[in-house]
């Protein structure tokens, strides 16, 4: 056969790009960057190469930022499928039930892990078509052109569907799944970053792309691809979470062929099998009575604010309930231990620790911002020794704006004023509605005089609210007798205990 013959037989037999509704990762370039012919990449070997079978778990670095916050609305409410075929992958998003969110099974609340930096390098075709199957369409002209690549990634956690497996006949009735080919089980989050090494330095024993102290500062910070922020992924502050939490990677699992064998069971009455097959559990936790009283020991130290012992009474809880532990953030024990854990001077590992809480227990919704919120609250009610300087500022400010409700002494007043006032002017907002932030710099006049006048101090109650008082307030006064009145008529209206008392 002449060689005429056999590029017409290989190009009639390039497979189609496929077609639907979804997300999806570009195919394989036609020609390579050293202007070589790509057609093998479509070949029987090249289709060989890239089998689903050898890769079921995918990274999916080709995904921009559009593609993934779509996965992630999609995983909110439903297992995911996708159609998945040589080194090509469409998410299905027609397929699911909208007005039924969680109809085809849900994933469950992030499992966080202490990982570590990984790294891979891509040096030639089977190494590509190995560890990045669905980046052969975007990578495989360059890398056949002798470019070599270099990815680190940071695995943070994990999510895992409800459901073990999904049938055929799950899916059958929904026009939207036609093709599916396989469901997304679970899928990481973290943070990964990806560039040629052409670009980076010879040695890259350390990070090249910022994780931790030991990146590289040059040139060579610059990635190709990236998802995430691995700068983040080392800080122990809660508010930095959202950087570290970016999917990564995916498991698939084929849906198998057939009925799905648990249908029976999901139709029955509320026995405990039909329960089990529909994804509830029996959220009754049966504990020893020695653990429990652990339990009882930690609250009463708690509620003492002796952190240390509370944490030592939460350690030999965990040892008699292992499967339940403290540390586990899907617990709800695991608030007493954060709160513990401020309170025995480890402020940034109790914040974790219960922000963790919040977005495994998140029923409500809320938005990073108000987990932040929620978490910082907390920190103020519990943090001691040495603060970060906004935990600081918010802590002093909590402690005031509380004061109407609960007394404190001069000293009290005197810590949580020095507290926002040293803070006030070098921690800035993160945006408009950091209203805590915010507030503790513009309301400090209005807070702090309160605290003072129920602790019986009205001398020091009028030199706060005059150290704070918005200085443009009565700039249009010209008059300093005037001036002084206006002044004085708004901290009789403002500090009532004190209107009677005013400063000599």
């Known amino acids: 056969m002449s060689l005429r013959a056999l590029l017409s037989l290989s190009l009639l037999t390039i497979p189609l790009a496929l077609t639907g509704c979804g997300t999806k990762i570009p195919k394989t370039a036609p020609t390579r960057d050293s202007g070589q012919s790509g057609l093998m990449n479509d070949s029987f070997a090249g289709q060989n190469a890239c089998n689903p079978k050898n890769a079921l778990r995918p990274f999916i670095i080709e995904w921009d930022a559009t593609d993934k916050s779509s996965f992630e609305a999609y995983a909110n409410s439903d297992v995911v499928m996708v159609r998945y075929e040589g080194c090509d992958m ?8 909208d007005s039924i969110r969680g109809s085809q099974g849900a994933y469950k609340p992030v499992e966080w892990t202490s990982g570590a930096l990984e790294k891979l390098d891509i040096t030639n075709q089977g190494e590509l078509h190995a560890k990045l199957p669905l980046s052969v369409g975007t990578l495989g002209g360059r890398v056949s052109g002798g470019e070599k690549f270099h990815m680190e990634y940071y695995v943070a956690g994990t999510r895992t569907s409800t459901r073990d497996a999904v049938y055929r006949a799950d899916i059958a009735n929904n026009p939207g799944c036609e093709g599916a080919t396989h469901f997304v089980y679970g899928y990481n989050l973290g943070a990964f970053a990806l560039g ?22 040059n040139k060579s910070r610059k990635a190709d691809k990236q998802g995430g922020d691995l700068s983040t992924c080392k800080s122990d502050s809660a508010t930095e979470v959202e950087g570290c939490k970016a999917p990564i990677r995916l498991t698939l699992r084929p849906i ?8 029976e069971a999901m139709k029955a009455e509320d026995t405990p099998e039909s329960l089990n097959a529909a994804g509830m559990v029996n959220l009754k936790v049966e504990i020893s009575d020695m653990a429990r009283s652990r339990i009882e020991t930690a609250q009463t130290k708690l509620a003492s604010r002796d952190g240390k012992g509370c944490i030592s009474e939460l350690d030999a809880y965990d040892k008699l309930e292992p499967k339940r532990k ?8 695991s608030t007493f231990r954060a709160q513990c854990l401020m309170l025995a001077g480890k402020c940034d590992a109790g914040k974790v620790l219960f922000r963790k809480y919040l977005e495994g227990n998140n029923a409500m919704g809320q938005s990073p911002e108000q987990l932040d919120k929620g978490v910082e609250f907390q920190a103020s009610q519990y943090c001691q020794g040495k603060l970060s300087p906004r935990d600081e500022l918010i802590q002093g400010f909590m402690a005031l704006s509380m004061a109407s409700m609960k007394k404190m002494s001069v000293a009290d007043c005197d810590t949580a004023y020095e507290q926002v006032n040293k803070n006030k002017k070098t921690v800035k907002p993160k945006d408009d509605e950091d209203h805590q932030i915010i507030q503790a710099s513009r309301d400090l006049y209005a807070i702090a005089p309160g605290c003072y006048a129920r602790a019986g101090d009205c001398k020091k109650a009028r030199a706060v609210f005059d150290a704070n008082f918005p200085t443009d307030r009565f700039k249009d006064v010209k008059d300093p007798a005037i ?10 209206a403002m500090v009532t205990k004190c209107k009677a008392k005013p400063a000599q």
Do not use: H
């Open 256 to 263: 198998r062929d057939g009925e799905n064998p648990q249908k």
């Open 90 to 97: 469409v998410v299905l998003e027609e397929c699911r039930n």
């Open 483 to 492: 001036r002084k009145q206006s002044m004085d008529a708004t901290f009789d």
């Open 326 to 333: 403290s540390t586990d953030p899907k617990i709800a024990w």
């Open 196 to 217: 040629s090494l052409a670009e980076l330095n010879a040695a890259v024993e350390a990070s090249v792309y910022g994780f931790g102290a030991g990146g590289s500062t």
